[in-house]
């Protein structure tokens, strides 16, 4: 990590390392397994040894991160995008690659939010040279920040669900106050929107709250069903399953062959 730019990655917590490989991964975790076994017996459709995790030398699932022949896209997200809790073959990105026929970079990240996806666009896109941007936008608040005074200085995001980053309370409570989020996550769509333009990028943006679709920028897609559909959810149980990265995949492609 030392060595690597600090724009170029995500923060993967601290139990796991870059350039890794993981039998389980944040809250898919063999504790949370054994839980849902116990509650869900059969009716869980997963085994122990159903996923493993790939973490590439920037702690993004699959592959390292290269520029390829031929046309490809960068898909953006958080847990729902990387993949959390279902095979890297069942991620939206890598069935979305499947059927365009072209290659795909998964850079969802776990936990993190649109202003992580936007310094992670700002840092990749012009590296990888793909003409394609697909983006579901993360549920909840999160908000990303540089904490230049712990070690490693890097990126760190905050959410409703965690403090452990050594914020000032009044500061914590600032960030992620549901009118500065909401400003903060348009902010963040926007610039996200002005690096495809000026690059001459197509960009589609999934956004799962109806309330906060952007009209011209953001199209709504329902919210996973996972509570009620034991049959899709993620091994973790907290994470939608295939089902319903089938559905995020096939409507990114259908709008895709919609506009080329």
């Given at each position: 990590?030392?060595n690597?730019?600090?724009n170029?990655?995500?923060?993967?917590?601290?139990?796991?390392?870059?350039?890794?490989?993981?039998?389980?991964?944040?809250?898919?975790s063999?504790?949370?397994?054994?839980?849902?076994?116990?509650?869900?017996?059969?009716?869980?459709p997963?085994?122990?040894?159903?996923?493993?995790?790939?973490?590439?030398?920037?702690?993004?699932?699959?592959?390292?991160?290269?520029?390829?022949?031929?046309?490809?896209?960068?898909?953006?997200?958080?847990?729902?995008?990387?993949?959390?809790?279902?095979?890297?073959?069942?991620?939206?990105?890598?069935?979305?690659?499947?059927?365009?026929?072209?290659?795909?970079?998964?850079?969802?990240?776990?936990?993190?939010?649109?202003?992580?996806?936007?310094?992670?666009?700002?840092?990749?896109?012009?590296?990888?040279?793909?003409?394609?941007?697909?983006?579901?936008?993360?549920?909840?608040?999160?908000?990303?920040?540089?904490?230049?005074?712990?070690?490693?200085?890097?990126?760190?995001?905050?959410?409703?669900w965690?403090?452990?980053?050594?914020?000032?309370?009044?500061d914590?409570?600032?960030?992620?106050?549901?009118?500065?989020?909401?400003?903060?996550?348009?902010?963040?769509?926007?610039?996200?929107?002005?690096?495809?333009?000026?690059?001459?990028?197509t960009?589609?943006?999934?956004?799962?709250?109806?309330?906060?679709?952007?009209?011209?920028?953001?199209?709504?897609?329902?919210?996973p069903?996972?509570?009620?559909?034991?049959?899709?959810?993620?091994?973790?149980?907290?994470?939608?399953?295939?089902?319903?990265?089938?559905?995020?995949?096939?409507?990114?492609?259908?709008?895709?062959?919609?506009?080329?």
């Amino acid at each position: 990590m030392n060595n690597i730019d600090p724009n170029s990655c995500v923060d993967i917590f601290n139990k796991h390392s870059y350039g890794e490989t993981y039998d389980w991964f944040s809250t898919d975790s063999e504790e949370s397994f054994k839980e849902a076994k116990e509650a869900w017996g059969d009716g869980l459709p997963w085994e122990k040894d159903s996923i493993t995790y790939r973490i590439n030398s920037h702690g993004f699932r699959g592959d390292d991160l290269h520029p390829v022949d031929g046309d490809s896209f960068i898909a953006l997200g958080c847990s729902f995008t990387f993949g959390v809790g279902v095979k890297e073959e069942q991620t939206w990105p890598s069935m979305l690659s499947e059927s365009l026929g072209m290659h795909g970079y998964n850079l969802g990240a776990s936990a993190h939010g649109v202003e992580t996806m936007f310094r992670v666009l700002d840092y990749w896109l012009p590296r990888l040279r793909s003409k394609h941007v697909f983006l579901l936008v993360n549920p909840g608040v999160r908000r990303e920040f540089f904490n230049a005074d712990k070690s490693p200085n890097r990126f760190y995001t905050l959410t409703a669900w965690s403090s452990k980053y050594d914020v000032h309370s009044f500061d914590a409570h600032r960030f992620l106050h549901e009118r500065e989020a909401y400003i903060s996550k348009r902010r963040a769509l926007y610039a996200i929107k002005g690096l495809c333009d000026v690059s001459n990028v197509t960009l589609d943006i999934l956004e799962t709250d109806k309330g906060e679709v952007i009209d011209g920028l953001t199209r709504h897609i329902a919210k996973p069903n996972f509570e009620n559909d034991c049959d899709d959810r993620g091994r973790d149980t907290m994470h939608p399953g295939p089902k319903y990265n089938v559905k995020v995949s096939r409507d990114f492609e259908r709008t895709f062959k919609q506009y080329k």
